[in-house]
């Protein structure tokens, strides 16, 4: 797993030592950033489900001018932290460690969100990827995009606040691009 472009491109992140994590893969985060390369440039990105890190890293090694990660494993907030200082990067971030849809509800009254990237199990209970993502549509800036990494053989339902604005297939996995109603 390597950062693929910007400031931090070529720089190799840590993996997870232990089963349950799910790392998107340099192919599909290339064509994600590909999408959204004209909106990375001081934008401000919420990275949840984040995992190792890398779609928040990628977003900062392009431009963007704050990330702020959400996961509840408390490995992989340490894991985080830990490709950040490989990265070398001292500012422009914060790490909230705990379920995601209770942190978004938390600091929904937050500074909103150009960039909402949210990566949850592909297993996900339905129902509760419904109350991430409505959520999630309350930090979305009214200009701004939330995109849903999937399993592209799961469809999921759009809560009355977004509106799918297009899909991107790669192999097993699919992206949903949101915008706010």
């Not at 720089?11 to 192919?27: I, M, Y």
């Not at 401000?44 to 431009?63: H, I, K, N, Q, W």
Request: charged share 25%; aromatic share 4%; glycine share 8%.
């Amino acid at each position: 797993m390597r950062v693929i472009a910007g400031q931090f491109k070529g720089r190799r992140l840590k993996a997870p030592s232990w089963e349950g994590l799910r790392p998107t893969s340099d192919k599909l985060r290339e064509t994600l950033f590909n999408i959204l390369s004209p909106r990375l440039e001081g934008a401000s990105v919420l990275d949840g489900f984040a995992g190792t890190g890398a779609v928040g890293v990628e977003a900062m090694s392009r431009g963007a001018a704050h990330v702020t990660f959400i996961e509840h494993d408390p490995r992989a907030a340490a894991l985080i932290e830990a490709n950040l200082a490989l990265c070398c990067a001292k500012q422009g971030y914060t790490i909230e460690c705990g379920d995601v849809a209770s942190v978004l509800r938390r600091t929904r009254g937050d500074a909103a969100c150009d960039l909402v990237l949210l990566d949850p199990p592909y297993d996900i209970d339905p129902d509760t990827l419904m109350q991430v993502l409505e959520a999630a549509a309350s930090r979305v800036t009214a200009d701004g995009l939330l995109v849903l990494e999937r399993a592209s053989r799961r469809e999921c339902e759009v809560p009355g606040t977004l509106s799918r604005v297009r899909d991107v297939t790669s192999g097993d996995s699919a992206l949903t691009l949101f915008s706010r109603v």
